[in-house]
């Protein structure tokens, strides 16, 4: 059974960077899908970025587009977000999501319920 377990979030000022990690332990292979989500206080979980773990076809949603990027570190089991140009909207708690069957290819890959496994979550705080 895959583990993930987040971190890197914190307290940022608008404009900041952030990376977060994700460490996958446990079975990876097959046609997984590693991706991000976001959850802000009384909002649904919202998709963020998506990758192919034995590839790298990329999946975001647009408003993130150019400011957000995803990779991966096959080597070292990590799975990466990198965020530039943080605004005060991007505060939400950022998790991450595994799709060991590669369902979410056909099914959707923006859809939270095509993701078996979850991490805990790392808060990310964006200061105006």
């Known amino acids: 059974q895959v583990q993930l377990v987040e971190s890197g979030g914190g307290l940022v000022q608008a404009g900041d960077s952030l990376r977060l990690s994700c460490a996958v332990s446990g079975r990876t292979f097959g046609p997984y899908v590693m991706g991000w989500f976001r959850q802000a206080p009384g909002k649904e979980r919202e998709f963020v970025a998506a990758?192919?773990?034995?590839?790298?076809?990329?999946w975001y949603t647009d408003s993130m587009k150019g400011r957000f990027t995803i990779s991966k570190d096959n080597a070292k089991n990590t799975l990466y977000l990198q965020m530039g140009s943080l605004k005060p909207e991007d505060t939400a708690v950022y998790y991450c999501a595994a799709d060991p069957s590669g369902r979410s290819i056909t099914f959707g890959y923006a859809a939270p319920a095509n993701y078996d496994i979850w991490g805990q979550g790392t808060q990310v705080t964006v200061s105006s």
């Open positions: 990758i192919r773990w034995s590839g790298y076809t990329t």
